[in-house]
């Protein structure tokens, strides 16, 4: 039943837009996340009388909702177990890998899929209970596919949207999902579904149209009011199952005014809060840090760097791989360059990310003691999460930054360092498989996979003409600076609204 009261835009995502913190006086508190989302939310819900649902970060504890820094916080529990199966399991050991052209296995699991339905059904039911009558309420990402339909049931009189923040995977990947039809109908709850990619739209739509034979037109997928049952497929016109794959051989005819509502399929590239960056970029003991970072590194010639969380869809073995044997080939000598690797820590209770860490740091290990001197080193590696202000630094210090995923929906560091060289000097090297790429075409794009001509860019980018990158960088930077990540969710919200 409808509420009578209550907020008028609401955003549900697997965390609070809070982190909790210990105060000088020993107690707790909360403060606003640095994350993008976040900044590019909060004035928004600030204006429109917002809430935000969400995990607050702690397993088995119960929290009253409560505000903070002009929202109110809606806090969802999860239980030790549930943060194991629903977020460590299925989001993370299942979605993910098979979402990122399963660069890694994804594993399939029955109790994990039950208890993401589970956890789905409780975030649907928090959001449902604090929307004001004709609310819009925004789902983010790929832990939360089901709520959209979930609050559709539940509260028919709001206006849903969904944005998947990572990339969508072709139909014949995402067939491998066996709830692939309960993760599709959950989607399709929503009026509108955002995605970082023209191309990832598009295998969302096709995903939709071989799967379901849903009728597509001009990015809005015709939902039918009455889901038939697999027996009924048969009598609907234009549709033909093949038993044997249980797919539709081609998409249903136009059905009739009545039979169906709209959801509407898209891009909406995702940005930075660029504003934050340029002005940081601009402060005197900012630039004074990058200084110093130049000089503790020994004042190289060329300073490569790559700042990613530490997950085997970032490429970081592709470049480390690159870089020893440039060093190796003689065509980078230690000195005259050095490569900083900024690596966070990332869902350590997942075996395969305990594995890559691993790895990476043994390869470090060795690239160092094979090429080290006594007064510098060959890579500068730290595992560690940085506040905004050091990555400013960082950025301003380097002159190549190196963004090799190999699957990413966006990659926002690409653009944080472009934000960050007002002077325009630095230049990307970027992967061709990152959402980025679309955008950055002046950067220099490069195939991860091709360790060969990810060498070529690497020398190509530490010897190029200024003037050459001073041109590619003022392209990059036009385009970073005009398309913000306020502008990103502004273009949403009033998509949403249009739709209904």
């Not at 230690?334 to 395969?352: D, H, K, M, N, Y």
């Not at 690239?367 to 006594?374: A, C, F, K, Q, R």
Request: some cysteine; glycine content about 6%.
């Amino acid at each position: 039943m409808a509420q009578k009261s209550g907020y008028d835009f609401v955003v549900v995502a697997n965390r609070l837009a809070v982190d909790r913190i210990t105060t000088e006086d020993g107690g707790t508190g909360w403060r606003r996340s640095p994350g993008g989302l976040v900044t590019a939310l909060a004035p928004i819900m600030a204006q429109s009388d917002g809430a935000w649902v969400g995990w607050h970060g702690a397993a088995d504890e119960t929290l009253e909702p409560f505000d903070h820094a002009g929202m109110h916080l809606v806090p969802v529990r999860l239980s030790e177990q549930e943060v194991e199966d629903y977020y460590e399991g299925f989001s993370n050991a299942t979605l993910w890998p098979l979402y990122h052209d399963v660069i890694a296995r994804p594993e399939f699991h029955r109790h994990w899929f039950e208890a993401y339905r589970r956890v789905n059904r409780r975030f649907a039911e928090a959001a449902a209970a604090v929307a004001a009558e004709g609310a819009t309420i925004w789902v983010q990402d790929y832990q939360l596919q089901l709520v959209p339909a979930m609050l559709r049931e539940l509260r028919p009189d709001v206006r849903i949207g969904f944005f998947n923040h990572i990339p969508f995977p072709p139909p014949g990947l995402f067939s491998q999902l066996p709830w692939r039809h309960s993760v599709l109908r959950g989607l399709l709850g929503a009026d509108l579904i955002g995605f970082q990619r023209e191309s990832d739209a598009r295998n969302f739509q096709r995903v939709v149209r071989h799967r379901l034979g849903y009728y597509i037109k001009s990015d809005q997928i015709y939902v039918p009011s009455e889901e038939p049952e697999p027996d009924q497929l048969s009598s609907l016109p234009g549709l033909h199952p093949d038993p044997a794959r249980g797919t539709v051989a081609r998409q249903a005819a136009a059905p009739q005014q009545g039979d169906y509502r709209i959801a509407e399929a898209k891009a909406f590239p995702i940005s930075i809060d660029t504003q934050k960056i340029v002005e940081l970029a601009e402060r005197p003991d900012i630039i004074a840090r990058s200084e110093q970072i130049r000089r503790e590194l020994g004042n190289p010639e060329t300073i490569f760097l790559g700042v990613d969380r530490l997950d085997y869809t970032k490429g970081i073995r592709h470049r480390m791989k690159a870089y020893e044997e440039l060093l190796a080939d003689g065509e980078l000598t230690v000195g005259q360059a050095c490569l900083v690797q900024v690596a966070s820590p990332s869902r350590e209770g997942v075996e395969s990310y305990r594995l890559l860490r691993e790895e990476i740091e043994s390869t470090v290990g060795r690239i160092n003691g094979e090429y080290d001197t006594l007064a510098h080193t060959a890579i500068r590696y730290l595992h560690h999460s940085y506040p905004v202000e050091e990555m400013v630094a960082l950025y301003l210090a380097a002159d190549v930054m190196l963004v090799t995923a190999l699957r990413d929906g966006m990659n926002l560091v690409a653009k944080e360092y472009v934000a960050a060289r007002k002077s325009g000097q630095g230049v990307l090297v970027l992967s061709e498989f990152t959402g980025a790429a679309d955008q950055m075409r002046q950067a220099l794009l490069i195939n991860p996979h091709d360790v060969d001509e990810l060498k070529t860019a690497m020398v190509k980018a530490a010897t190029m003409e200024p003037e050459n990158a001073r041109r590619r960088m003022r392209s990059l930077r036009r385009q970073v600076v005009s398309h913000n990540v306020q502008r990103w969710a502004e273009e949403f919200l009033e998509r949403l609204a249009e739709l209904r």
